[in-house]
């Protein structure tokens, strides 16, 4: 299959256009780098032509390297498989080297062709290290359009050149920011930081880039770093400017990583090393960092879970095999913040939506959210008055029921509350069409007991957003006992037009998510109730990777909050309810006063603004530190296996059905540890046989609540991995 196509025109241009066949994206696989360097040779081999135009066939230029390949380079070498990542990378920096030497007199540095990059759109990863090696990067002045390389955000760094070149460009302070964020750029705003030379307007791409091949010259082709006397941008590591630069670089990394992402740390090696050799050391420098990632067990995970998985899942991976049930007209029953939330991300993606709430001014204020995240969308220039105007025409709100009467799906997102759900279901189901979807949105009441006020349980489903729901990624879809494939049809469908990534549980208290994030919160409250130091707590969990620790994430979500479920939990186990201990803390708090940051008190201090202080101190007073302090690792296993035992359980009790979901949803829904892939990725790391062995520790000294699942046992003593037994492969054997 041709992935680039070549031709030469009249005038003796050269233009090479990247169009992978069957593919909304161009990906570079090891086939198109191939064709790619042989299109490149034969241009700078013919006489006739004059210079090189690489463009795209699509819409937008490319999405990067189809990261499988890195995969088959590991399984392809045997026995050595960083050699064979070794060796891959380094025949993708001679391609790339080819296009930037373009024929060049390596003394003179004359008789060059130029190569220049035109980019209709987006352009991320691979597809912007191709165009880093051309001579000059042309892109249209598209506004959905984006320009950077953000792959250390699933646990790599650009290893393409990209880390080479964008820091020899930029220097490293410049770069930081591209490199070690993963910050994406709209075309004028890569231009302005000197990532890419022109913007012209789309129309006129390919011809300028036509009129910059015709009228280069010699000098032009030549890269700083291939010229003579080139200094590295804002000083070498070790010059008086420079030094500075990379120590604060180090500490950057340290205090956004605390040292258990490997990439960034390999990033910044790279650069400091590579600063010091000339370019095609520097390449190699840049091979051997990113090999050494890539045998890293922490970045396979990442890129599995965050790409492989990530993107498996938002395909479709688990649908079942139904129609097309893309909704065309939405309706959401509650205007407050999850309900104008739902409304807001289904409008924009082109969904008509009804919004309904008790009174006219509730149900105006929903729609008002909406006109809010657009006004500050229209202040950092990324919508326009049109679009904003689009979006809010999409959405009508009232209180008027009639109008769902031509809804295809409802979603309800009222109060929490079984008896107020059941009043709004029956109102909705006398209108809305026979065969409409009904999903709930819940975070704690179980789907089946919610559909027993439908008179249709095979339609009703839940559907769990995550607040805020504009800026979360994960939608956690909950299947009823009676639940139909159409129903979870229509939600997955849903939730790929809204662009967001779905997981399919079973029905089950607290479903997936919270079923795993509330023992990590009770952990840390009973450790504060044991006299262990908050800040050790705090710290222990952040050290590990966890964005918040679990007294402020009990702030943010509200202790009250978290009181209203402690009680309805009670009540529905009984005597087996087993976080008595943790009740104490939370209903005293509850009783201070101190409800967390909507109070501007809670576990932390705030100030007027609502802003964190730091720990509260008279939490001593209540629970007094204990004398001896518990180990840093004792916590972080405490904070971890409090979750990862229940995703396992979650998969012993069939609510989970897909070990996918489970690290993708950990991940996304509430932050799990990303270095490690997800709980069960991270079980694999460690390995069955130690978590046992730490459980049964942890078990010993703490508690029943540690102890290791069946399944769990099982597999360590037959030396089973969880992706191994429950991954993919296995599923297909």
């Known amino acids: 299959m041709t992935e680039f196509h070549y031709a030469v025109d009249a005038d003796g241009v050269a233009t090479i256009t990247w169009d992978v066949a069957g593919k909304s994206m161009n990906v570079l696989s090891i086939a198109g780098l191939q064709e790619l360097d042989a299109h490149v040779q034969a241009a700078l081999a013919d006489g006739n032509v004059k210079g090189i135009i690489i463009t795209s066939g699509k819409a937008d230029f490319a999405a990067g390297m189809d990261l499988n390949v890195l995969a088959r380079m590991k399984a392809d070498a045997g026995d050595d498989p960083a050699r064979g990542l070794f060796d891959g990378i380094m025949q993708v920096h001679g391609v790339l080297r080819r296009i930037e030497r373009a024929g060049m007199d390596p003394k003179t540095l004359k008789g060059g062709k130029p190569v220049v990059a035109a980019l209709p759109g987006t352009a991320l990863g691979a597809g912007l290290e191709i165009p880093l090696a051309c001579h000059r990067i042309i892109a249209a ?432 186990m009984g005597n087996e309810y087993p976080d008595g201990a943790v009740d104490d803390i939370v209903f005293w708090m509850v009783d201070q006063g101190r409800l967390g940051r909507k109070s501007k008190s809670g576990f932390y201090a705030y100030d007027e603004a609502g802003k964190r202080q730091g720990l509260w101190e008279g939490l001593a007073d209540r629970f007094p530190r204990a004398g001896d302090q518990p180990e840093l690792t004792e916590v972080q296993h405490r904070l971890l296996f409090a979750q990862v035992l229940e995703a396992v359980r979650a998969l012993e009790a069939g609510v989970l059905t897909d070990i996918r979901e489970g690290d993708v949803g950990a991940i996304l829904g509430w932050g799990f540890a990303p270095w490690s892939g997800g709980p069960f990725s991270w079980l694999d790391i460690i390995g069955a046989d130690t978590a046992v062995a730490i459980c049964d520790r942890l078990a010993a000294k703490h508690g029943a609540r540690f102890a290791a699942p069946a399944l769990l046992r099982d597999m360590a003593a037959k030396g089973e991995t969880f992706y191994g037994r429950f991954g993919a492969q296995a599923r297909a054997a």
Not at 191 to 215: F, N, T, Y
Not at 386 to 392: F, G, I, P, S, T
């Open 141 to 572: 002045d598209n506004a959905r359009a984006k320009i950077g390389l953000p792959e250390i955000i699933i646990g790599i760094f650009p290893g393409a050149g990209g880390t080479m070149r964008v820091s020899r460009k930029l220097g490293a302070m410049a770069a930081a920011p591209i490199l070690l964020e993963g910050k994406l750029n709209a075309p004028k705003a890569a231009k302005a930081i000197g990532l890419i030379d022109e913007v012209v307007e789309p129309g006129q791409l390919l011809a300028r880039a036509k009129e910059w091949v015709l009228s280069a010259k010699d000098a032009d082709l030549v890269k700083p770093w291939d010229a003579k006397g080139y200094k590295f941008p804002g000083g070498a590591p070790y010059s008086a400017p420079g030094f500075p630069t990379f120590l604060g670089a180090a500490a950057m990394v340290h205090a956004q990583t605390q040292g258990v992402y490997p990439a960034a740390k390999a990033l910044l090696a790279a650069v400091y090393e590579g600063a010091l050799v000339p370019f095609d050391t520097a390449l190699k420098i840049e091979a051997r960092w990113f090999t050494h990632v890539l045998m890293n067990p922490s970045s396979s995970a990442m890129i599995r879970s965050l790409f492989i998985n990530k993107e498996a899942l938002e395909k479709g991976a688990n649908r079942p095999k139904v129609a097309d049930e893309r909704v065309a007209r939405v309706g959401i029953l509650g205007a407050g913040m999850m309900g104008a939330g739902i409304a807001y991300v289904s409008a924009n993606a082109g969904i008509e939506v009804v919004l309904i709430d008790a009174t006219q001014e509730a149900a105006d204020r929903g729609k008002a959210y909406s006109e809010g995240i657009l006004d500050k969308g229209m202040k950092r220039g990324k919508v326009t008055a049109d679009k904003k105007a689009e979006v809010l025409a999409r959405i009508t709100a009232t209180t008027d029921y009639a109008a769902l009467a031509g809804c295809d799906l409802i979603v309800e997102a009222v109060f929490e509350d079984q008896k107020v759900k059941a009043g709004v279901t029956a109102q909705a189901e006398a209108v809305i069409p026979a065969d409409a979807i009904f999903a709930t949105n819940t975070s704690t009441l179980p789907i089946t007991d919610l559909a027993k006020a439908s008179k249709r349980p095979g339609q009703f489903i839940g559907i769990h957003f995550f607040s805020p729901v504009d800026k979360m990624m994960l939608v956690e879809i909950i299947k009823g006992k009676e639940t139909g494939d159409r129903a979870v049809a229509k939600a997955l469908d849903y939730v790929r037009q809204i662009r967001k990534t779905p997981i399919v549980v079973n029905d089950a208290r607290f479903f997936y998510a919270n079923r795993c994030i509330i023992p990590y919160i009770n952990e840390g409250m009973r450790m504060v109730g044991e006299g262990v130091e908050p800040a050790l707590v705090e710290n222990a969990a952040r050290l590990v990777g966890m964005p918040l620790g679990p007294l402020q994430l009990v702030d943010e979500t509200s202790l009250d909050l978290g009181a209203k479920i402690a009680r309805a939990t009670r009540a529905a």
